[in-house]
């Protein structure tokens, strides 16, 4: 069967994961994975085509894409950005990113902007804890932050669609011990 | 005193470091890198590895503690076809976040060490469940996979045996429960991140592909290249009796140096406050820790000599949990600091079990009230009433977990609670 959205890379590079299980079935989150990347989200045709591509039904993927919040079964903004409001970084000002965030974007949390450039969401913990407070924007981490440099982060993505304040590899809070 | 540290693989002062060189292939062999799997396969045999697991006392570094040569031995006993290693990097605990300076740092201990306990154990495959947020680490990870690859360390004929092991990553969800113990299972076979009831059946006895299955958290798997190289005495040499070597401990919220501290198990809570995280933030008072993330209770600042150790922590009814300590100064509200707790868990749980389904949506409202000022006594009430009838219930740790940690913040905190109920509005931030 000729698959309905997916290209041919993406069936090559799902299938690429088949030696590291004993079942199709186990490749089912990396699949996802793909078909977001290509697809932008998980639109119908691309559940029936990761379908099948790993033997399963339809329902079987729907399952499991509409278990993790990691998945978007509708539309998003190019630049999806993800704010941690867990403990550790409301204790030093998450709260005030968010506000900031959301009188900058016009837009309330849940929300895609009009131009389709951005969506803004909550999320819980992202392991980033001492550099807080911090979002995730696509791939891409932004620590330590402050109103003035969320204003930077958003102008440079509208602008060049990257930003040079994404956190390096490497790069640490405090390592080690006594100072 | 000097430490040997997992995060850096090398003797070094507790000195403050601002960056991290991460360590390569070549730099790990200069550090005697990949020797112990060769005394391994030559010398000490599988079981002569158990043996100095055992006799090291390592427990686990994922927030039980369970010690880690006798969770091997379950494993070892088991007669099966199969079996497997899933090394847990999936870290979404909050206030952790040691794995991803591990994986960054020093990879090669980590693989190093889930060969060396594949092979104690039996197995032939090896999952490394890392944190799918986590692309350069994953990225980085793969690399230093290859480059152990080309150089024999893992594959097949390994050191000239015939002892054969394959590793490989699968990028976990990212969400909460992901990260417990057979929900992982269910994550790497494909499915919905939905804890396994146990007993009857553990990971040891029908783990992954229902084959018997050991799961180990990053950090554990990190120690265990220098336990075998370096012998159990030099482990042993750190820490505590019941609690040896060292830990990373991540250290967050109110302090001025927020960040990672390896410290041998045992250092008291109020050093790795006052002396590495440099105090309060902006000198204010120290009100409340939780010394082991969001699953143990929270401890007043008349109690920050407590040594950081499992059974210490234990002692004053808490926990050492993964070493996240998060830190509260007198300007947190606690019922503020509950809400995050009881929302945190009411949007990780999976929803498989209707006590947490509904228990920890409920607490979130009962405390969200209580914050707004729209509370009564009644609320009060309902708060413990809700935690006592949750604790204990579900598949998993995650209910107990959120209910431990709410109760122990209203009981310890409660004239807080009662302030909001009488004044009416939250007495830091005013209404809501």
Redesign the interface.
Known sequence: MRLKILSDKAKAAIEAEFP????K??????AL?TAQDEVGYLSEAAMVDVAEILDLTPVQVY??AS????FNLKPVGKHVIQVC????C???GAGGIIEHLQGRLGIRVGETTPDGLFSLKLV?????????PMV?IN?RYYEQLTPEKIDRILDDLKREGKSSLASG??????????? | MQSRHVLTDRDLLLEQLLTVRPIGYEEYVRRRGYTALPTAINTLGPSGVLEMIKRSGLRGRGGAGFPTGKKWEMVVQRKADRKYLCCNAAEDEPGTFKDRYLLRSNPHQLIEGAILAAYAIGAAEVYLYINGRYEEEIEFMEQALQAAKEKGHWGTCIEGSSFAVELKVCKSPGTYVAGEETALLEVVEGRPAKPRQKPPYYPAVRGLFSMPTVVNNAETLSNVAHIIREGVDWFRARGTASSPGTLVFTLTGDVNRPGLYELPLGSSLRDLIEVYGGGIRGGKQLKAVFPGGPSNTVIAAAQIDVALDFDALKGIGSGLGTGAVIVMSEEACMVQSAIQYARFFAKESCGQCPPCKLGTAHLSEILEKIESGRGDEKDLQQVEQVCGMIKGRGYCYLLTGASIAVESIFRRFREEYVAHVKQGACPLVGAV
Do not use: H, I, M, W
């Open positions: 590291k299980y004993p079942d079935r186990s490749v089912l989150l990396a994975r399952d499991v278990f993790y919040t990691l409001k867990t403990l550790s409301a204790l030093v819980e913990c992202l392991a980033s804890c001492g550099t807080g995730q791939n590899p490497f790069q640490l809070p405090v390592l080690g011990g006594r100072s």
